[in-house]
């Protein structure tokens, strides 16, 4: 299979698609926690990393995103943190065999160190606490998405990248404001995050969820314009998300969404696979479209 980041550096790849959704398609019920899954409804957990490997990912994720110990403590589950990321990344590990990579998400605390509600060194024994754990259960890489504090994510690769041997991806959220820029709810642009995270020790950088697909490019080519050579991964989500019928939507089909990809292609991603409301079939699509934008 080879090092990961070679890989990355060949040619556009793909990733899978939403996970928090697709669980509550499968019964996921409002105030459950989606980790404990991996072990009260692991089948379910295991059919949707397969679902994004027939589809034709060439790495997926792992249901551990609100995996930390701030997250599970939550639901009581503090001190199971280890047993559910490792069983997380086990699951995907299963799905993905030999020839794919598992990539272990890890989300939000949900504590701001702006407020005080945590300090730094609480962050990082947590975030090196789920890192290891998802190593252990098989993951090739780890992957800090949905960040909106620079602080909190430079924490958080920081803590997977010293204490585990594998690379470290990161991913974080941008609005777009008024005049057209895109910020993170801190404020972060997609410029201003390179050289903070790159000098904690990621090795992937990017943007998930926030965006449709459309939304991306522009991302994709600021962070281009600052760096040359930084790998980039795009998880958008199928649309901006509309509420109705005391449901949310997500209004983009896999057509829509695969549209712009070869735009994104030729802005420079290296990674793309989507977030919130993707399905496998919109994998499917995104794959086909890379496919046909690589060999133009």
């Not at 080879?2 to 928090?20: K, P, T, Y």
């Not at 701001?112 to 975030?127: H, K, R, S």
């Not at 190593?135 to 430079?154: K, Q, R, S």
């Not at 690379?167 to 777009?176: L, Q």
Request: proline fraction near 4%.
């Amino acid at each position: 299979m080879g090092n990961i980041l070679e890989s990355i550096q060949r040619r556009v790849m793909v990733s899978d698609g939403a996970w928090g959704t697709f669980l509550q398609k499968k019964g996921l019920r409002p105030g459950e926690c989606p980790e404990l899954w991996n072990v009260s409804h692991r089948q379910e957990v295991l059919d949707i990393a397969r679902s994004y490997v027939e589809a034709g990912a060439d790495m997926i994720e792992t249901n551990s995103f609100g995996g930390s110990r701030f997250k599970l403590g939550k639901y009581g589950l503090a001190d199971r943190v280890a047993e559910l990321n490792r069983e997380a990344a086990a699951i995907s590990r299963e799905a993905a065999g030999p020839d794919l990579w598992v990539m272990g998400s890890i989300g939000p605390t949900g504590k701001l160190l702006l407020m005080e509600e945590v300090i730094p060194d609480e962050l990082y024994d947590a975030f090196r606490e789920q890192s290891v754990a998802l190593v252990e259960g098989g993951a090739d890489a780890i992957v800090v998405e949905t960040m909106t504090d620079l602080e909190e994510a430079v924490i958080a690769v920081r803590a997977a990248a010293e204490n585990t041997a594998v690379p470290v991806f990161c991913t974080m959220t941008f609005d777009k404001l008024l005049t057209g820029e895109y910020r993170t709810m801190m404020g972060v642009s997609p410029s201003e995050m390179i050289r903070p995270l790159l000098d904690a020790g990621a090795s992937v950088l990017g943007a998930n969820c926030g965006n449709g697909m459309e939304g991306m490019i522009a991302i994709v080519r600021e962070i281009r314009n600052a760096n040359a050579s930084v790998p980039i991964l795009i998880h958008a989500n199928a649309g901006i998300p509309v509420y109705r019928d005391g449901q949310t939507h997500f209004p983009e089909s896999p057509s829509d969404m695969a549209y712009h990809v070869a735009d994104l292609v030729h802005a420079g991603v290296n990674i793309i696979g989507g977030c919130c409301g993707t399905t496998p079939g919109h994998i499917r699509e995104i794959r086909d479209q890379i496919l046909k934008a690589s060999s133009t």
